[in-house]
């Protein structure tokens, strides 16, 4: 049995997940042999798509015997009882940061890494509420629901890089959360418009912030740099020396370190893989 096959199998019978076959990448375009395919690697080898999804292991396994190469893809909404918050690269990174910063934090939930260096956070289906599929609920997030799927590690993306969970929310080891109240009014809801994220960041970095903000926020502006591809010791040297001035009262900079390291390494993997390593003591 194929590592594709494993997986697919493994998600159905451990976590009770739906699971359907999708086309893969070979050669570098899509195994559905259209040059145009607007959508490579990521959409279903079954005739009825995302309705045909399975949580029968032999079901699956005889799938996967049949395309063993077939990348995996798992039914959100109801099926498997999570949706997915879709964040697309740094727009969406910028357009997530607002939203906490008006709205309050995520709680710690599985978490993807996506083939294109995206994130899919899962959170699970609230009782007696429907939360479908809405297409750029702000800049770069979309939600994945009812009658939607995403592809699922070890699955390849179309630019050559495996999907995986991230190293430190996996499935089994992190419990999928619930989503917080402030979410599940924003999909119940029209898309916030979230203005220019720059003016954020402008405020931010102009402002300074309190005792109680200032870790989250050297987090943030951390991430927000390395996200533009600044240099990690760039961005160590800028945020401590923001730090020196604008936090009240300055953090110890070891601590500053500390937090621009965890980011850098967590940045740098979504970006480059697991293998890659990063440190601020040049380990």
Known sequence: MSELAEAAVYYAERFGWAVLPLHSIAGGRCT???VDCPSPGKHPLTRHGVKEASKDSEAIAAWWRRWPWANIGIATGKASGFFVLDVDGPEGEDSLYELVRRHGELPETVEQI???GGRHLLFRMPEG???????????GLDVRGEGGYIVAAPSIHAGGRRYEWEFSSRPGEVQIAEAPGWLLELLAGPAEGLGRPVEVWRQLVSEGVEEGQRNNSIAALAGHLLRK???PYVA???LLAWNQVKCRP???DEEVVRTVDSIAK???ERRLGKWWRWST???
């Open 114 to 116: 996506t083939g294109s």
């Open 229 to 231: 591809r600044v240099d």
């Open 32 to 34: 559905c042999g259209r």
């Open 266 to 268: 967590k940045e740098l």
């Open 236 to 238: 160590l040297d800028l």
């Open 250 to 252: 300055p953090l110890p």
């Open 281 to 283: 003591s040049g380990a």
């Open 129 to 139: 509420r429907a939360i479908g599929n809405k297409v750029r609920l702000a800049p």
